[in-house]
């Protein structure tokens, strides 16, 4: 079972970029059997996936968030890491990475919260 | 996108209780439907992938059948750990998306 756990600032201004990165261990991300994603709760409410990557690079978005969004993975560190920019309130959730295997998310972070205020 | 539609949203029941919840999908996901069951303050947990295959480690009163539009999850017999959210997520499309969640309360 991999262990993954996110870590980033909690607080972001308004209209600036909220980064997050995500280190995997009991596993290797440049194994061809998982993608990596990210997916987001805002408070009170249900789950939003954003995006994955393969350990190769190859991405896909949610249509929604792409124009902001960045998903990038350093095999020498084990990990994965999420960009999105020009934030606001809305953006306000807690952040979750995952191993994504056949589409399913099967191992989580705990989850980060993340604040967008000024 | 695909829209995945829980139903109810909520619902409440006794311990030892067979519950079902219902994932209707807007256009057809053959079988690649998953269902998770969040806890307050806890990230999601995977129960059933591909419709009906249960992840390593959950109990067997869990349950998933279905294929096409319409899934439904099953607890054979409800447990005080169970109480929670209870998601389902398509994964036909490459842009994945959830139902809006139930809740499972104690009645």
């Known amino acids: 079972q991999l262990q993954l756990q996110e870590s980033g600032p909690g607080l972001v201004k308004p209209s600036e970029t909220l980064s997050l990165t995500c280190t995997v261990s009991g596993g290797s991300i440049s194994s061809s059997s998982y993608y990596w994603g990210w997916i987001r709760q805002p408070p009170g409410k249900g789950l939003e996936w954003i995006g994955s990557?393969?350990?190769?690079?190859?991405?896909y978005y949610n249509p929604s968030l792409k124009s902001r969004v960045t998903i990038s993975v350093d095999t020498s560190k084990n990990q994965f890491s999420l960009k999105l920019s020009s934030v606001t309130a809305a953006d306000t959730a807690v952040y979750y990475c995952?191993?994504?295997?056949?589409?399913?998310?099967?191992?989580w972070g705990q989850g980060t919260l993340v604040t967008v205020s000024s | 996108d695909i829209q995945m539609t829980q139903s109810p949203s909520s619902l409440s029941a006794s311990v030892g209780d067979r519950v079902t919840i219902t994932c209707r999908a807007s256009q057809t996901i053959t079988s690649y439907l998953n269902w998770y069951q969040q806890k307050p303050g806890k990230a999601p947990k995977l129960l059933i992938y591909?419709?009906?295959s249960l992840q390593s480690g959950v109990p067997s009163r869990f349950s998933g059948s279905g294929s096409g539009t319409d899934f439904t999850l099953t607890i054979s017999s409800l447990q005080p750990e169970d109480f929670a959210t209870y998601y389902c997520q398509q994964s036909y499309t490459t842009l994945r998306t959830f139902g809006q969640g139930t809740k499972v309360e104690i009645k």
């Open positions: 995952a191993s994504e295997s056949s589409g399913y998310g099967r191992d």
């Open positions: 591909a419709a009906s």
């Open positions: 990557i393969y350990y190769s690079g190859s991405t």
